[in-house]
């Protein structure tokens, strides 16, 4: 098994929007819900700072791959996309240090009320967002077929096309994008 140690850097804020089960209080409006609530759409690690999910990453490759549905030379129209899917693997997801529920960033978003797109009624929403981050993430790589070219062209798409968090590229929107700075290759004895 081999592992891609990649830097990945901001080109766009980072915007989350983790589901929560925050009870309401008694009276309370569906505003002031917000207004209280919207840190609780961050992720935490246990020492308070923010980090991605692993499976952020991982999607956001996945969906990349798809996307460009390159085929495998001398394998006819087979494209790579189902070793992405089913043969790369992302176990920890980064911490974003010094970037913690007291500093995070308040975004104001006028979004669907259901979070459909065109469904019709809007109302404003408010999501915890950092403007500027940088992460290491370690991809596992299972599947043989995936070349180091093959998977430098699918993370670059992911960062800038499909992007990672709430109102990425992949959804209609602009946050969440990145560039590849560094992919260090390593392996690991099974």
């Given at each position: ?59 956001s ?35 974003l ?5 007291e ?55 992911s ?16 946050n ?15």
């Amino acid at each position: 098994m081999r592992t891609a140690t990649t830097t990945l850097e901001s080109l766009a804020p980072l915007s989350m929007s983790k589901a929560h089960q925050e009870p309401k209080l008694s009276k309370e409006t569906s505003d002031l819900y917000e207004e209280r609530t919207w840190k609780e759409k961050g992720h935490y690690a246990e020492d308070g700072n923010i980090f991605v999910p692993p499976m952020a990453f991982k999607f956001s490759l996945a969906k990349a791959a798809k996307n460009l549905s390159l085929q495998i030379p001398g394998k006819g129209k087979q494209t790579f996309t189902k070793f992405f899917e089913n043969g790369i693997q992302v176990i920890e997801g980064p911490i974003l240090h010094g970037y913690t529920r007291e500093t995070i960033r308040k975004q104001r978003v006028y979004a669907n009320a259901d979070g459909k797109r065109g469904s019709g009624t809007r109302v404003w929403r408010f999501f915890p967002t950092i403007d500027e981050w940088n992460a290491k993430v370690t991809y596992y790589v299972l599947a043989d077929e995936i070349t180091t070219d093959v998977f430098q062209q699918v993370l670059e798409h992911s960062g800038l096309f499909v992007g990672i968090g709430q109102f990425r590229p992949e959804n209609g929107g602009i946050n969440g994008r990145f560039k590849v700075t560094n992919i260090t290759w390593g392996s690991i004895k099974q």
